[in-house]
C-alpha cells in the first residue's frame, strides 16, 4: 500500500507540473483562441484522470467514512491534503491570467464556436473576477483553509462520534450504543427507546457546546475575514456564485417558503393527533406513524433494489440499467457497520473514476427511499459523462434535483395496492419529509443569517446566545405543535450543514424544482400514455453538469426559476398533500 501511494501520488505530482510548467511561460492563452483552446482542452484531460489528487483522494476519502475513528486513514488523507493545496497554490496562476483577460478579449472568446464547450466555464471566471484576490493573498487563503475551518468542523464531529451511552434498544434490554446508533434510534416508534436515546443524545450534546461554541466562532470569524477580503456584501453570496445562482432567485425562494411556515405547524399539530399526544417533543418530529392494525413493513435489501429498478426502468430503461450496474458491480455499500458514517450519501470524483453509494440500510421504508435518492444521484453521475471534465460536475443548486425526482417516482409506487390505512401513513411520512426537506431547511437557513449577522455585529456569541438563536427560527417553522425542550437548544451542534455555510437552500429549492419536473412527466403518461419526450427532457437536464447556469437548464424544461410563482406552486403541493390528510 505505502508503494502504490508513492506510486500514484508521483503519478499526481508529475501530470500536473507538466501542465503548469508548460503554461507558467507563456500568456498567448490571453490573445489567442486557438491557444486558449489548446490550455482548456489539456486541462480538461488532466481533470478526468488525474485531478489534483488522483485515485489516492477518492480512495482514502471513501475509507475515511466507513471508519471514520481510523487514525492512519485520517493522517494519510493530512498527507493527501498537503501535497494537493501545494499543486492547487502552483495552479493559481492560470485562473489569475483567464479573470485578467480583457473586456474586448472576453467577448471574442465567448463567442468563439471553438471553445463553445467552455463558455460557460470561462463566463464564471469573467464574472466573478472582481472578487478574486492577488495571487499570492489567493495562497494564503488556499493554505490555511484546514487550520481555520476543516480541523474545526471535524474536531467537534469525531469527539460526538466517538461518544457512547447505555440506553434501551429495540428489544428493550439496556445495551451501550454509538452516537450515531443513538441518533437513529430517536426515530423508533417504539416510545420509551426513542426517549432514551433523546436524553443520551442531549447528553452528548450539552457536554461538546462549550468546545461546538469556540469550534464555531472561529470558522464564523474565519468566513468574516475572507469575505471581507473578497468585497462580498452578504455572508450567503459566496454560496450564491459558488453555486451559480443568483442570489435574487435563492431570495424569492426563502420569501415564500417562510410565508408558507403554518405548513408545518399544522402538520405537527396532525402528527401529534395521530400519535395520540397533545404536542410532539421536539426528537419525536421525524418519527414514522404508525397506524394500530398496521403492520410496520421492512424492507429487505433485494425486495428494496427490485422495487427501486422497477421504478427506474420503468421511467427510462437507461436509468435501470445504471442502477443494475451499482448493484452488480459493488458500487453500493449497503449496511451500517462500527464506526461507518451515519447516513447516506453518493460520490463521485474525477470521470476516470466510478460512482460510489454509501447506505446504512436498515430495511425501513425510509431506506427505500434512500436508495433512490442516493441512486438518482448517481445516475446524475453518470449521465453528465458525456461532459468534458470541466463541465462534469453539478452545483449545489442542480444536484437535489436529481435525487428527489427520483425517490418521488419509488414513494408512488409503494403507494400501490396498499390498503387506505397504510397509504395514509406512508403519506404522512412523504409529507414528514417534505416539510423536513422544504421548510425545516429553509428555517434553519433563517437561523444561519441571522447567525452570522449576530456574529458580525458583536464578535464573538456564547453556546446560549447561539441556541437562542437556532430555537427562535425552528420553533417559528414547528408552531405549537412542538413542545419547547430544553435540549433542543444545542441541537446546532449536531447539526453539520450549518458548517458548510448556506448550504441548505440546495434541499429546498432541490425539492420544489423536482416537483415541477415530476408534473411534467405525470401529466404527459396522463395524456398520451407515456410521453417519452418529457423524460427525455428529464436525461437532458441530468447530462447538463455544469455546461449552462441552473437557470438556463431549467429553462430548456420550460421550468422558470425566476418566478416567484414558481415557488408558490411547489409550495402549492405540499399545502395540498397537507389538507388532504387533515380531511380523512
Not at 54 to 77: I, R
Not at 153 to 162: E, N, P, Y
Not at 207 to 235: F, H, T, W
Not at 292 to 309: A, C, H, I, M, R
Request: glycine content about 6%; overall charge negative; some cysteine.
Amino acid at each position: 500500500m505505502v508503494a502504490w501511494f508513492e506510486e500514484e501520488k508521483q503519478k499526481v505530482i508529475e501530470a500536473n507540473y507538466k501542465f503548469i510548467n508548460k503554461w507558467k511561460e507563456t500568456n498567448d492563452y490571453q490573445t489567442e483562441v486557438s491557444v486558449l483552446k489548446q490550455a482548456l482542452d489539456e486541462l480538461q484531460a488532466l481533470e478526468a484522470e488525474v485531478g489534483g489528487t488522483g485515485a489516492l483522494g477518492y480512495y482514502y476519502g471513501l475509507k475515511s467514512s466507513l471508519d471514520q475513528t481510523n487514525p492512519q486513514v485520517l493522517a494519510t488523507l493530512n498527507k493527501i491534503e498537503e501535497f494537493a493545496v501545494k499543486i492547487a497554490n502552483d495552479f493559481e496562476f492560470f485562473h489569475q491570467n483567464l479573470s485578467k483577460i480583457t473586456p474586448e478579449n472576453q467577448q471574442i472568446f465567448l463567442n468563439a464556436p471553438e471553445l463553445a464547450s467552455y463558455k460557460h466555464f470561462l463566463k464564471g471566471i469573467f464574472e466573478n473576477a472582481k472578487y478574486l484576490l492577488t495571487e499570492p493573498e489567493e495562497k494564503i487563503l488556499n493554505l490555511k483553509g484546514s487550520v481555520s475551518h476543516g480541523n474545526w468542523v471535524h474536531m467537534t464531529s469525531s469527539l460526538m462520534s466517538k461518544e457512547s451511552r447505555t440506553i434501551l434498544n429495540e428489544d428493550g434490554k439496556e445495551q451501550d450504543k454509538s452516537f450515531s446508533e443513538i441518533a437513529s434510534l430517536m426515530n423508533s416508534t417504539n416510545k420509551k427507546v426513542r426517549d432514551t436515546a433523546a436524553i443520551a443524545f442531549d447528553e452528548i450534546q450539552e457536554k461538546y457546546k462549550g468546545v461546538a461554541e469556540n469550534e464555531l466562532n472561529s470558522i464564523l470569524q474565519n468566513k468574516k475575514i475572507n469575505d471581507e477580503l473578497r468585497g462580498l456584501k452578504r455572508p450567503d453570496e459566496s454560496r450564491h456564485i459558488s453555486d451559480d445562482i443568483a442570489t435574487e432567485v435563492v431570495d424569492t425562494m426563502l420569501e415564500v417558503v417562510t410565508e408558507n411556515f403554518d405548513i408545518a405547524h399544522d402538520f405537527y399539530k396532525l402528527k401529534a393527533k395521530v400519535m395520540g399526544v397533545e404536542k410532539l417533543e421536539y426528537h419525536e418530529r421525524n418519527v414514522e406513524v404508525t397506524i394500530d392494525g398496521v403492520e410496520d413493513k421492512n424492507y429487505p435489501w433485494q425486495e428494496t433494489v427490485d422495487l427501486t429498478y422497477k421504478v427506474f426502468d420503468n421511467l427510462d430503461p437507461e436509468f435501470g440499467q445504471i442502477l443494475k450496474m451499482f448493484v452488480e458491480k459493488g458500487q453500493i455499500d449497503v449496511f451500517p457497520k462500527n464506526g461507518k458514517r451515519g447516513g447516506a450519501f453518493c460520490a463521485h470524483e474525477l470521470k476516470a473514476f466510478p460512482t460510489f453509494i454509501m447506505l446504512n440500510h436498515t430495511n425501513k421504508l425510509r431506506d427505500v427511499l434512500t436508495l433512490a435518492h442516493e441512486a438518482g444521484h448517481g445516475i446524475n453521475n453518470e449521465l453528465m459523462r458525456v461532459q468534458n471534465s470541466i463541465n462534469f460536475s453539478t452545483p449545489l443548486s442542480t444536484a437535489e434535483v436529481a435525487s428527489t425526482f427520483f425517490e418521488d417516482f419509488v414513494l408512488e409506487e409503494l403507494l400501490r395496492g396498499v390498503d387506505k390505512e397504510t397509504a395514509f401513513a406512508i403519506k404522512m411520512q412523504k409529507l414528514n419529509d417534505e416539510v423536513s426537506t422544504i421548510i425545516r431547511q429553509v428555517a434553519c437557513y433563517n437561523f444561519e443569517k441571522e447567525l452570522h449577522k449576530q456574529f458580525n455585529e458583536i464578535g464573538y456569541l456564547s453556546s446560549d446566545q447561539i441556541g437562542e438563536i437556532f430555537s427562535k427560527h425552528m420553533y417559528a417553522y414547528m408552531g405549537d405543535g412542538v413542545l419547547a425542550s430544553t435540549g433542543s437548544k444545542n441541537w446546532w451542534v449536531y447539526w453539520g450543514h450549518i458548517r458548510s455555510f448556506f448550504y441548505v437552500y440546495s434541499y429546498a429549492s432541490g425539492l420544489l424544482i423536482s416537483k415541477a419536473m415530476q408534473k411534467m412527466v405525470r401529466e404527459a403518461r396522463l395524456s398520451n400514455g407515456q410521453d417519452l419526450s418529457k423524460v427525455a427532457l428529464v436525461k437532458t437536464f441530468l447530462s447538463a453538469g455544469s455546461s449552462k447556469a441552473p437557470s438556463e437548464i431549467f429553462l430548456d424544461l420550460g421550468i422558470d426559476i425566476t418566478k416567484k410563482e414558481f415557488w408558490e406552486n411547489g409550495v402549492g403541493e405540499v399545502r395540498g398533500l397537507l389538507e388532504s390528510l387533515k380531511s380523512v
